[in-house]
């Protein structure tokens, strides 16, 4: 098998299994939770609490890039399907016209803040690797379907639109207005697990670094606003029509 065929065979296998292999890093993770609490044990708890939400601040401007691409994306676009490439139409406006892959660059901020947050450097060093070996052989495969499905548009537009650093003077407006219905209905999840990841990392770093175990006024709340957002959310979407936008 040729290495194009093989890497493109590598992508869709990842594609279709991108939810659940990230699991397999749990090991690591907890040796890193270990050496976690840097900025506190040196500067103090007001440095590494600034630091913590700083680190938070980033990964909820990864969601703001993926609720821009959520917002203007048309049916059958940007969709959260696993199991094989669907695309209807190819979506090369908005956040699509400055980068090929925004979701992946807005997933990719949002690992950013968490491998901050932690504040070991090796793990930074292996997630960011990682990511790029992992979502490189992602991005050949879906290019292949596109390639084969849209074929000079496709061509045309991957000339001119970087893949994933974006390229903001390449802006072109949307076709369709900014709809905050579809944002809410697409991204309450993301925004619920950025907040639920970081109250997990924060008691984690504090029992396996520290020893103790602590839940703070801050997190808390944090938690069951975004808990209580997120179900209501969930409800509106799966029990009423009111997220529904047509064409969208």
């Known amino acids: 098998m040729a290495l194009r065929e093989d890497l493109e065979r590598q992508g869709n296998w990842l594609f279709r299994n991108r939810s659940y292999l990230p699991l397999l890093g749990f090991p690591i993770l907890f040796i890193a939770l270990r050496n976690s609490e840097y900025l506190e044990r040196v500067f103090g708890e007001p440095v590494d609490t600034f630091w913590e939400f700083f680190s938070m601040s980033i990964s909820f401007l990864g969601l703001a890039i993926r609720c821009l691409v959520a917002g203007y994306a048309p049916r059958g676009t940007s969709g959260r399907n696993t199991k094989s490439q669907v695309a209807e139409v190819l979506n090369t406006t908005g956040m699509y016209s400055v980068a090929r892959n925004p979701l992946y660059l807005g997933n990719f901020v949002i690992i950013l803040g968490a491998t901050l947050f932690i504040q070991v450097w090796w793990l930074a060093f292996i997630v960011w690797v990682g990511f790029w070996l992992y979502y490189e052989r992602i991005i050949l495969a879906e290019e292949e379907f596109l ?63 520290e020893g103790k175990f602590e839940l703070s006024l801050p997190w ?23 997220l529904d936008v047509s064409g969208r």
């Open 147 to 209: 390639r084969n499905k849209f074929g000079a548009t496709f061509l045309k537009w991957a000339e001119k639109t970087p893949i994933f650093f974006p390229n903001p003077r390449n802006w072109k407006s949307p076709d369709l207005p900014f709809s905050f219905k579809t944002v809410l209905r697409r991204e309450f999840s993301t925004f619920f697990a950025i907040i639920a990841v970081f109250t997990f990392l924060d008691i984690s770093a504090d029992l396996l670094a």
């Open 220 to 242: 808390i709340f944090l938690f069951i606003l975004g808990l209580v957002i997120y179900m209501t959310l969930l409800v509106l979407k799966k029990k009423t029509h009111k």
